[in-house]
């Protein structure tokens, strides 16, 4: 496939060469979510990446333009917001709850009926104990473990995760 540079190209694709669906290939959780907008105000529809090597259940619901990498599992009864990135290897238990244009990185592991609020970022190795709440907009760093749910708006690292910036 070609590659081509600039926004500039979305307008015209659409009109000029009749493309309908596109995907948002950023990892950057606002910039994917921005870009994102702006395909659909041109009249894309948002159509998802799903790896054949991804395990997923038939109960699950996938909103538009998610990336699922391999490995993957999303077990029973998920929810996966639209513009989500489930990464390489990362799992999501039962009953969990997915927002808007979130990054699970890989390897991470969410147990049963967690809930991941809009444009967090889940680092690299992250685990979650069942039933914890992680708000909008968090970062989690690489390999922390949540014991307890995680308010809005914050950074927290470690074992287990400590808030360290607001």
Do not use: W
Not at 34 to 41: D, I, Q, R, W
Not at 52 to 71: F, K, Q, T
Not at 82 to 98: E, S
């Amino acid at each position: 496939m070609p590659v081509l540079h600039g926004d500039e190209h979305i307008r015209r694709l659409r009109e000029e060469e009749n493309y309908q669906d596109a995907f948002v290939a950023i990892g950057s959780n606002r910039l994917r979510e921005k870009l994102a907008g702006k395909a659909v105000s041109q009249g894309y529809r948002l159509v998802n990446a799903i790896s054949p090597l991804a395990v997923i259940s038939p109960s699950v619901r996938l909103g538009g333009g998610i990336a699922i990498m391999a490995g993957a599992t999303i077990n029973a009864d998920s929810a996966i917001g639209d513009l989500a990135i489930i990464n390489t290897g990362a799992t999501v238990d039962h009953d969990c709850r997915i927002g808007r244009a979130v990054h699970i990185a890989p390897q991470c592991g969410l147990a049963g009926n967690v809930t991941v609020g809009d444009g967090s970022m889940l680092g690299i190795g992250c685990k979650v104990i069942p039933e914890q709440s992680i708000g909008n907009n968090v970062v989690l760093g690489a390999g922390s473990v949540v014991i307890a749910s995680i308010p809005d708006g914050v950074t927290a690292v470690g074992v287990p995760a400590r808030i360290i910036r607001q």
